[in-house]
């Protein structure tokens, strides 16, 4: 499998998202039920894993649900910055700004929320 180092300049129109995230007995998942009716996939798709679950962690300050406010370009206040560094065909994986959560990789599930492609910064407050 290779992977590559983002460097792309593409444009992407300026789009803010505001999710749900809630944890369960098994893990973080957004929620997006519209994902699961159109077809797309099923809950385990939804998971949030490898750096995106500690970043919950971090930013749910001890309870289940989280909502989140994230863009593609800057917002103020925002509390994370992530930087695309490395992209394959399962998702793309960002560094942060915080120390306790360095790196999030996220599943394709971001591409449909942002228009089929992940950004190359996203800021979350």
């Known amino acids: ?12 129109r300026s789009q803010t998202h505001s999710f749900d995230f809630y944890r369960d007995d098994s893990g973080w998942y957004i929620d ?10 099923t809950k385990a798709d939804l998971a949030m894993i ?6 919950l962690d971090y930013l749910s300050g001890g309870s289940n649900i989280v909502e989140l406010t994230f863009s593609n370009r800057e917002l103020p206040n925002a509390r994370f910055h992530l930087k695309m560094f490395a992209h394959t065909v399962w998702g793309a994986t960002y560094k942060t700004n915080i120390d306790l959560v360095p790196q999030v990789w996220l599943c394709n599930v971001s591409k449909v929320i942002f228009g089929d492609k992940h950004p190359i910064n996203i800021f979350v407050k």
């Open 32 to 41: 997006f039920p519209e994902f699961i009716d159109q077809g797309l996939g």
């Open 50 to 55: 490898s750096g995106a679950d500690q970043m």
């Open 1 to 12: 499998m290779k992977t590559k180092t983002k460097s792309n300049t593409t444009f992407m």
